[in-house]
């Protein structure tokens, strides 16, 4: 017996010993003190960790919310998906650390196996890569900042994570993952009803606190099914600095003739005779491209007299070679007449500058909520470009008031009307009024809404 007894204090010791050893360090907050004696050193007081369980070029928020904290002098590790280029400020920052994961196997993406299969397998991926990096090849930080969706599993990692590292947790809501997987398996398929309930009880246990992207999701949080007690904080999208209108003819003629998509349509583009239509769009079901070529279709048919069009849609996704496809059928039987669609992807400079010469954007967000908001309007108005966008969803009217820098559509005839009605005008006097409005919107900036309300969470504005 006491051989056995030894046996398992032996077993138990070891198990401990190999657990201390391994746990991974916590963070130790400073006292006043000690913090007063470190202010005059290069060591930062606040530090934040930024979690994007997916691509981080292609998460404009969570990148604005690193360079904003680096701008304030806090240091910032990001971690996600290095699929494409990064913000070149990100790059050159010395306070900002970016830690790249790798993705899930391709096999896992393969169509033949199930979802039933495959899903839980790329979860169990995500659960290593994630708690390696955030257990290991980090440092213990003061605060985690988790963009939300995806919730799985990022909310019981970055829960787990800060219970055991000693950091605060506050969710980014940009959207619900619940919702989006309902628009691809039904809103009562069981894996959305356990979905659901998931991200409803982590997002009510993990955080310290919570920004939002609307109002309207914000006060949905308060609510069944999730009952949020903690602070939640209204952070709306806002233009970065880059996204800036170009008043100068010359400068707007130059930037078309050097972009290869334009180049053949500069002069006509300046003159008025070719309108510029440019959407950003990530090629997905939640963005149904099709309104919009439907609507070009019926702007080619009319029999009233109105301008070329030439179109640039940019962007990355799933469906884009589909769509391509479709749009060289539509060419080639000749229902796109006057009408010259180009896709591309490009740098965040020039998709800048490419919104600040066009002459309208589109947006064919349809929110999987009702509650969040497409941030691609925001950079439109930002360089001074009025948006006509799909508007079946409560917190549009946050960000677009119709009639003044926007219009909204539910139909593709609805907006191949909207563009008749604005492309028609010899004057452009309503195109005028909208882009004044858009304008007058885009002088609101991220840096001044960060600051007012990140930047005093995280302590690094007063």
């Not at 213990?140 to 787990?160: E, G, H, M, S, Y």
């Not at 979905?195 to 109002?215: C, I, R």
């Not at 640039?312 to 080639?332: A, C, F, N, W």
């Not at 005028?432 to 840096?447: P, S, V, Y």
């Amino acid at each position: 017996m006491s051989d056995v007894l030894v046996s398992v204090a032996l077993i138990v010791s070891t198990t401990i010993t190999v657990l201390f050893l391994l746990a991974p360090s916590r963070y130790v907050h400073q006292s006043h003190h000690r913090a007063s004696r470190k202010a005059s050193s290069n060591t930062p007081e606040i530090s934040v960790q930024v979690l994007v369980l997916g691509d981080i070029g292609r998460s404009p928020r969570m990148q604005y919310h690193a360079m904003s904290i680096a701008k304030h002098g806090g240091q910032v590790e990001i971690i996600g998906y290095l699929d494409s280029t990064v913000h070149p400020e990100l790059v050159a920052s010395p306070r900002v650390t970016i830690i790249p994961i790798p993705q899930p196997p391709r096999a896992l993406g393969f169509s033949w196996i199930p979802f039933v299969i495959a899903g839980p397998l790329k979860v169990l991926w995500q659960l290593f890569v994630l708690s390696y990096a955030l257990s290991y090849r980090t440092k213990p930080t003061r605060w985690l900042l988790v963009q939300n969706p995806p919730a799985i599993p990022t909310l019981l990692i970055a829960l787990f994570i800060c219970f055991v590292r000693n950091t605060h947790l506050i969710i980014d809501w940009h959207n619900y993952g619940w919702s989006i997987l309902a628009g691809t398996k039904g809103p009562k398929h069981p894996f959305v009803q356990m979905h659901k309930y998931y991200e409803s009880t982590l997002g009510n246990w993990a955080p310290t606190a919570n920004f939002t992207v609307s109002d309207a999701m914000r006060r949905q949080l308060k609510s069944p099914p999730y009952n949020i007690c903690t602070p939640i904080l209204t952070l709306h999208d806002r233009p970065p600095d880059i996204f800036q209108p170009i008043e100068c003819i010359e400068a707007r003629k130059a930037f078309l003739k050097h972009l290869p998509e334009t180049a053949t349509h500069a002069q006509d583009i300046i003159s008025g005779d070719t309108k510029l239509l440019v959407s950003s769009t990530s090629w997905t079901p939640d963005e149904d491209l099709n309104l919009l070529l439907e609507a070009l279709c019926s702007y080619a048919a009319s029999q009233r007299q109105l301008p070329s069009v030439l179109v640039v849609i940019t962007g990355k996704g799933p469906q884009k070679q589909d769509y391509i496809d479709r749009i060289k059928i539509l060419t080639s039987t000749g229902k796109l007449q006057n009408i010259t669609i180009r896709t591309a992807w490009f740098s965040i400079e020039s998709y800048a500058s490419l919104l600040s010469v066009a002459d309208l954007g589109v947006c064919l967000h349809m929110s999987s909520s009702g509650v969040d908001l497409p941030m691609k309007v925001v950079d439109m108005f930002g360089a001074g470009l009025p948006v006509v966008g799909y508007d079946a969803y409560e917190s549009w009217q946050e960000l677009v008031r119709e009639g003044e820098n926007g219009r909204g559509f539910h139909t593709s005839e609805a907006l191949s009307s909207i563009l008749q009605e604005l492309f028609s005008e010899k004057d452009g006097s309503q195109l005028a009024a909208l882009r004044r409005g858009a304008l007058e919107e885009g002088k609101k900036r991220w840096d001044d809404t960060w600051n007012e309300v990140a930047g005093r969470v995280l302590g690094l504005c007063d």
